[in-house]
């Protein structure tokens, strides 16, 4: 099953770095991993060194071979949703069939799909879910304590990769309160707490490369301060429960036709009569899923960002597991209406997810994308020697990191973010990368991130080519910015009189 749904994803990878499917952190990710160093809070560990390793192999660019942990990673959770289906569903003779097309849902529906397909945290953060739902649905049902002890090291490692993984630990106490007789001992809690710690403990990683000064170092995380700072995310904190309620319609709407999408319309009624099947014959197994939801559900409708939505993967998989007792149902409901019903019902169930494949081919297919490796050889090639290039948003600034620091184009020149400035921790690492360029320092508390790069710009004007990638106010009214050859790089010129 992985290995079919994985050679789907492989004809649709995107074969570079693209912003399609919410990718616009990837080539912050990327070059993170491929110079190990430190990416944006909270910095990833796990992830970075997996990614590391992708970026070994003898295939395509730099960011196709992370692009590939994605689609691995995503064909793995498939291949995990399977096993979980044959575990819990009862052993009747179209629980393989019922299994098999659960998985397909999951892996073709266009959510979960748009990740397999491009470099960021999403896919290996649901790979992280099934493994650790697997282990603990196979400790339930063999009773061996080492399957419990190998999930709390998995739950340590997950969190290295996404904090959210953390949802996870109380829908566990109360699926497994029932079963405390096996687990609420000293002789599995100690080695279930030291193993967590050695998974966690991948954190270490980050102030061990911030140590090599590699040129993404987000943070700087060699003091206890910094080290928090990145870890906690605090630069992101304001966008946890920051929706604005005057969004919240909005973002309803969008989200039940997101959920729509996934699974078919068709498929979504499979869900929903799963949830209530699951409630009649193992509500233990509803809670846990009930629990494990709802407060990821809650976190990511809330988090005031565009790309919410991806945190939702893990979901997307209970809801898969919700499918396939809503497909059990129908099945056995068929075969008591009439016995030739079965067949009709079984058919119906293998076909949808085969919809979905053709419905969302084209939606997710990014095999042919290549506007970002585009527009970052046009603004590269137009660059002047040694010159320094101002950015501002997330996509150039990132795209531009990975064309210099990890596929080693123009090493002459300078890449610094404007909005960065604002950190001592980036205006120090600046300095240290480009000992040549005036990083300015703030004399005042009342300096803006504006006034930052406008003296960074007016500091180096006169000794170096200045361009800007995307000047909007209140930049044009420093400096002339003229646009070069009709491309997202503005030459920057003084002040007209």
């Avoid at 050679?7 to 080539?27: C, I, K, M, S």
């Avoid at 491929?34 to 990614?51: E, N, R, W």
Wanted: hydrophobic letters at 50%; a negative charge; charged letters at 15%.
């Amino acid at each position: 099953m992985a290995a079919v749904v994985l050679a789907v994803y492989l004809l649709t990878l995107a074969p570079g770095l693209t912003f399609e499917n919410y990718g616009t952190d990837g080539g912050d990710l990327v070059t993170a991993a491929y110079t190990l160093g430190v990416p944006h809070p909270p910095g990833y560990p796990t992830y970075t060194l997996l990614a590391w390793l992708f970026t070994r192999l003898p295939l395509g660019s730099i960011a196709y071979r992370v692009n590939l942990l994605s689609a691995t990673c995503a064909a793995l959770t498939v291949g995990l949703c399977c096993s979980l289906v044959l575990r819990l569903l009862p052993d009747e003779p179209q629980r393989p069939f019922l299994a098999a097309t659960a998985a397909l849902s999951l892996a073709f529906g266009p959510l979960f799909w748009s990740q397999a397909v491009i470099a960021e945290v999403y896919a290996l953060l649901a790979l992280f879910a099934a493994l650790l739902l697997w282990l603990l649905i196979l400790w339930e049902q063999t009773s061996r304590d080492g399957l419990l002890l190998l999930a709390a090291f998995v739950l340590g490692l997950g969190l290295g990769n996404h904090l959210t993984l953390v949802f996870v630990a109380p829908a566990f106490l109360v699926w497994a309160w029932p079963l405390r007789q096996r687990w609420l001992r000293l002789r599995v809690l100690l080695p279930a707490a030291a193993l967590f710690l050695v998974g966690s403990s991948v954190y270490a990683y980050l102030p061990l490369a911030a140590m090599h000064n590699s040129p993404v170092n987000w943070g700087n995380p060699q003091t206890w301060d910094r080290f928090l700072w990145v870890v906690t995310a605090e630069q992101y904190q304001s966008f946890v429960f920051g929706l604005p309620l005057a969004d919240v319609p909005v973002r309803l709407s969008a989200w039940s036709w997101m959920f729509g999408e996934q699974f078919g319309w068709w498929g979504l009624g499979l869900v929903l009569v799963g949830a209530w099947s699951w409630g009649r014959r193992d509500r233990r197994f509803l809670l846990l899923s009930l629990i494990w939801a709802l407060p990821l559900t809650i976190y990511a409708f809330f988090y005031n960002t565009a790309d919410a939505r991806t945190n939702l993967l893990p979901l997307l998989l209970l809801l898969a597991l919700w499918w396939a007792e809503g497909a059990r149902y129908l099945v056995n409901y068929a075969q008591q209406v009439r016995a030739g019903w079965r067949r009709v019902a079984l058919a119906v169930v293998v076909v949808l997810p085969l919809v979905s494949l053709g419905l969302n081919w084209s939606a997710v297919d990014l095999s042919d994308e290549r506007s970002v490796q585009t527009y970052t050889n046009q603004v590269l090639e137009q660059a002047a020697p040694d010159s320094l290039i101002v950015v501002r948003e997330d996509g150039p600034t990132f795209a531009l990191w990975y064309a210099v620091y990890a596929e080693g184009q123009r090493p002459d020149v300078a890449v610094v973010s404007g909005p960065l400035l604002a950190y001592i921790w980036y205006r120090d690492h600046v300095q240290q990368m480009y000992p040549t360029i005036d990083i300015p320092q703030p004399w005042s508390y009342d300096l803006t991130i504006d006034d930052l790069t406008r003296e960074l710009i007016g500091r180096n004007l006169q000794s170096r080519p200045v361009y800007a990638t995307d000047p909007r106010e209140p930049w044009p009214t420093w400096y002339d910015f003229d646009q070069v050859d009709d491309l997202e790089l503005y030459r920057v010129s003084p002040r007209s009189p």
